[in-house]
């Protein structure tokens, strides 16, 4: 340990993600890559780090499966490589992207600031932080 290293934030509640979050809901599909199974859902929120998905059924994963998840939103369809990073309750789970080509987060990212300019003319160009990992 560094001595000279600040100590972490013990603030509960604090967010830690790193990028903006945005509440979307459109239908998805998570598949369960080691399962060869799919559970369909609706994405919550996404982001350039990860997405949240709820689904009326359980999801029979625990964290850090690998997965995809599959989704259009704006008129583009994604299919994003990720891995379980959070079970919120049961039917709802948190995923951190990886492995994103070049092109994915352009795309990706394009969408964000679709989304940002979105909820900035939605809230009258007053901006809330919201930032995010899965």
């Known amino acids: 340990m560094n001595p000279s290293a600040e100590p972490p934030e013990t603030t509960t509640g604090q ?5 903006a ?4 809901d459109s239908a998805a ?13 609706r994405i919550v929120d996404v ?16 964290i850090y499966r690998r997965v995809e998840v599959e989704f259009t939103l704006d008129g583009l ?9 959070a079970l919120h309750d049961p039917y709802t789970i948190g995923i951190r ?3 994103l080509s070049e092109r ?14 979105a909820e900035q003319r939605a809230s009258g160009g007053k901006q809330e932080p919201g930032m995010d990992a899965c």
């Not at 967010?15 to 990028?19: G, I, K, M, V």
């Not at 369809?77 to 990073?85: E, I, K, M, T, Y």
């Not at 994915?104 to 300019?117: S, W, Y």
Request: proline share 5%; with cysteine; charged share 30%.
């Open 15 to 19: 967010d830690r993600r790193s990028f």
């Open 21 to 24: 979050r945005h509440e979307v």
């Open 29 to 41: 599909v998570v598949f369960l890559l080691d399962l060869r199974a799919r559970v369909p859902g």
């Open 47 to 62: 982001s350039l780090g990860g997405c949240r998905i709820r689904s009326k059924d359980r999801f029979p994963v625990g």
């Open 77 to 85: 369809p994604f299919r994003l490589a990720g891995v379980v990073q």
């Open 97 to 99: 992207l990886l492995d």
């Open 104 to 117: 994915k987060r352009a795309q990706l990212t394009g969408l964000m600031e679709e989304l940002q300019e």
